[in-house]
Antibody
């Protein structure tokens, strides 16, 4: 069974960089698929942020691209997100997920709340 | 404002049927598969339907999906109180800046 688990600080100061890591078990990242991040502001809908393949190909949400960095660590079966220059609008639950290309998002992490403080 | 349009809420009585619509354009729903996600309160979204009308293993056949043109529909029959959740449609958008897009979500209330 594929499982994903997000980790990282739950509180980030405005203008700083949000950093999260997703640890994957039950499937080797290097075997394929895309891996990505999706967020959900409080009481709002889902917003896709970015996806990366095991080989490093990436797709970005155009509205966030200038602030987003994603990387894969196949040796530890993890992938990471960095979002720079955060503001209160970046406060959200951040989910990591396995993405079947342009087809479906089939496994999700439980999500982690990141609050941006002023 | 979401790229895909869903009704904010729907409701029906236990045992009844409900449908949730999802409207897009030729760059997304019109030329790509639609998937649907169920988000129970306080939990992560869960894949419910993929490739417009296919159910992952473990999803009961009370849940169904369809697509026509630039719109898609999720159907739920034999409503149960445990179906109360937010439902999201999602698809790939093949425009210049290719990316995943979602609907704004529909809150299902089982009266």
């Amino acid at each position: 069974q594929v499982q994903l688990q997000e980790s990282g600080p739950g509180l980030v100061k405005a203008s700083e960089t949000l950093s999260l890591t997703c640890s994957v078990s039950g499937y080797s990242i290097s075997s394929g698929y895309y891996w990505g991040w999706i967020r959900q502001p409080p009481v709002k809908g889902l917003e896709w942020i970015v996806s990366i393949s095991h080989s490093g190909s990436t797709y970005y949400n155009p509205s966030l691209k200038s602030r987003v960095t994603i990387s894969v660590d196949t040796s530890n079966n993890q992938f990471s997100l960095k979002l720079s220059s955060v503001t209160a609008a970046d406060t959200a639950v951040y989910f990591c997920a396995r993405i079947y290309g342009d087809n479906r998002i089939d496994y999700w992490g439980q999500g982690t709340l990141v609050t941006v403080s002023s | 404002q979401s790229v895909l349009t869903q009704p904010p809420s729907v409701s029906a009585a236990p045992g009844q049927k409900v449908t949730i619509s999802c409207s897009g354009s030729s760059s997304n729903i019109g030329n790509n598969y639609v998937s649907w996600y169920q988000q129970l309160p306080g939990t992560a979204p869960k894949l419910l339907i993929y490739e417009n009308n296919k159910r992952p293993s473990g999803i009961p056949d009370r849940f169904s999906g369809s697509k026509s043109g630039t719109s898609a529909t999720l159907g739920i029959t034999g409503l149960q109180t445990g179906d109360e959740a937010d439902y999201y449609c999602g698809t790939w958008d093949s425009s210049l800046s290719a990316n995943w897009v979602f609907g704004g979500g529909t809150k299902l209330t089982v009266l």
